[in-house]
């Protein structure tokens, strides 16, 4: 330390330090300040940007180099965002659905404009490679626009009622404030997806987004805010809290917070859900996933290959739709293993930096995920398995690892039936499609799951009620890649919840069943005198 530098010039010596390895600061990175970001950023707003926690960094999964910094919130922060989040739902409540809608509308519009600026920064901060980051955007445009739509459908039913001059009827109203804690893998569409049917449907929303991706938080929020100032809306109607579990504790604990929405691992899932539960408050849970293609031998292998490989490799395994075991017919067994290994082989060089375009499989979010894939690979050679492809952490910066396939495991072997988030597939064999079934079945996640067959009563079976367990039951597609039309989510640990398309928006409300006597007289239901 240099003795003629007293401390303030030592602290300020510090951050200069701090600041000028930011990529933030690199032209490379210009899209960052377009999105309104800095070196020093607060990740916490309730209709004003003020945070009092600690202050920590970002970091860029390809190189692990701190993008910029944030101050993150602590619970009396939580404290002023509920509260304020509340007031704003006060007046949102009231402004009818179609008015709420539009202005939804306008989010998606917003959205449009920084489309690329936002995908490059969720590839930037997750690690996903721009295409899919770009896309992630893209599911938040097209559930605001799904949204607006919805604004003017949120219908409730009219029954004939038993009691002459009688009308009886339900009604939806908004829930009040949705607690949105999400996870890294989808930093961007998990709040979309949530924050456009929440505020279609009248409520308030408070976002815990994880804690290794605030800066798409911030980015995001910075965009809502624009457009709720615009229309004279409280902008703390969506109001975001950056922080760790602490964080999520006091939001997931706290009565006001009427629907807490959590996006994460089966593992916190459960404890949120005992929570939420405890104080009888709604949930909805969107957890883990392990997730089959099942391959007869009636499928068209031309479909197989390329289908595995963008559901095993794609987001480097680590979506929760992934694939992580192929159950392939003996009679086909040889061959897709064959070509898979080809397949996999052929994307080595496209192994990168996400943000270039010719980059197909980007690194893993941090070195913790290395940690678990190098131990779920050894774990499963100890159990009898064989690496046919893969198997290795690459020396470069970052947290890059090649794509795995493993054989010649049993199908219930421990390393199998857990979700390790990394791009490791388990090749299993079957020889009839009832036990294809049954090992698609056994697994404690119960989210995606897609059969390759080109027979018709194998279809029908799947889908039905001794088919798939799953809440997503595919035929032909990967088991990656949900469109928003349809309700999204799972069975079993996977939490059950539904979000996105069909009829979810429910989830976001409470139904009164009203009964209306517009007669002179009182009579009772099920005829009963009372006299
Ligand atoms: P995670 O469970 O570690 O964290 C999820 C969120 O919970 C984070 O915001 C975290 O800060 C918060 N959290 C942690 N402890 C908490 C506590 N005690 N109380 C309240 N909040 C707490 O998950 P992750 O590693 O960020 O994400 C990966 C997991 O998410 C995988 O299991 C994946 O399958 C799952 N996932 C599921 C879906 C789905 O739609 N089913 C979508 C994306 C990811």
Request: with cysteine.
């Amino acid at each position: 330390m240099n003795r003629f530098l007293n401390k303030g010039t030592i602290a300020t010596l510090q951050q200069f330090r701090m600041a000028s390895n930011l990529l933030i600061n690199d032209s490379k990175y210009a899209f960052l300040k377009e999105l309104g970001l800095k070196e020093n950023n607060a990740g916490v707003f309730h209709g004003k940007w003020a945070a009092n926690g600690q202050t920590v960094q970002s970091f860029a999964p390809a190189t692990n180099s701190p993008i910029a910094n944030v101050q993150n919130g602590n619970v009396q922060d939580y404290e002023i965002a509920i509260t304020e989040a509340r007031k704003a739902y006060n007046d949102w409540c009231e402004v009818p659905a179609p008015r709420r809608g539009e202005i939804v509308r306008q989010i998606g519009d917003k959205l449009r404009t920084q489309l690329q600026n936002l995908g490059k920064l969720v590839s930037l901060e997750m690690g996903k490679i721009s295409a899919e980051g770009v896309g992630e955007v893209q599911e938040y445009v097209d559930i605001c626009d799904y949204a607006t739509g919805l604004s003017r459908s949120l219908e409730g039913k009219i029954f004939p009622s038993e009691r002459p001059g009688h009308a009886l009827l339900e009604q939806w109203n908004p829930l009040g404030v949705v607690g949105v804690i999400s996870a890294f893998n989808f930093p961007c569409a998990v709040y979309g997806w949530n924050n456009a049917l929440a505020l279609v449907t009248g409520n308030a929303c408070i976002w815990k987004p994880a804690p290794s991706t605030p800066l798409t938080a911030i980015a995001v929020t910075k965009l809502v805010e624009e457009v709720l100032v615009a229309n004279n809306v409280n902008p703390a109607l969506c109001s975001l809290v950056c922080g760790e579990g602490d964080v999520g504790q006091a939001l997931v604990k706290d009565k006001r917070v009427n629907l807490v929405s959590f996006t994460g691992s089966s593992e916190i899932g459960k404890i949120v859900g005992q929570q939420v539960q405890a104080r009888f408050g709604k949930l909805l849970l969107e957890l883990g996933g392990n997730n089959a293609i099942i391959v007869n031998e009636d499928a068209d292998l031309n479909m197989v290959v390329p289908a595995t490989v963008f559901a095993a490799v794609g987001t480097a395994g680590q979506r929760c739709t992934t694939t992580r075991r192929l159950i392939i017919h003996e009679k086909v067994y040889d061959q897709v293993v064959e070509r898979l290994k080809k397949a996999y082989a052929q994307f080595e060089s496209r192994i990168g930096c996400p943000l270039d375009s010719n980059t197909i499989i980007g690194p893993l979010h941090n070195q913790q995920a290395v940690g678990k894939y190098k131990a779920s690979i050894a774990e499963a050679i100890a159990s009898g398995g064989k690496v046919e492809y893969g198997g290795k952490v690459l020396e470069r910066d970052g947290n890059f690892v090649l794509p795995t396939i493993v054989t010649g495991l049993k199908h219930d072997s421990p390393v199998v039936l857990r979700e390790t988030f990394a791009p490791i597939l388990y090749v299993l064999k079957f020889s009839t499609l009832d036990e294809a079934i049954a090992i698609n079945n056994e697994v404690d996640q119960g989210l995606s799951s897609s059969l390759f067959t080109t027979n018709i009563q194998n279809v029908f079976k799947w889908m039905g009620p001794k088919g798939s367990d799953c809440g997503i039951v595919n035929v032909n597609i990967p088991t990656s890649g949900a469109e928003i039309g349809g309700a999204f989510g799972g069975e079993k640990e996977t939490g059950g919840g539904r979000e996105s398309g069909s009829d979810s928006w429910r989830q976001y409300m409470r139904r009164s069943t009203c009964t209306i006597n517009y007669s002179k007289e009182l009579p009772l239901a099920q005829g009963i005198k009372f006299e």
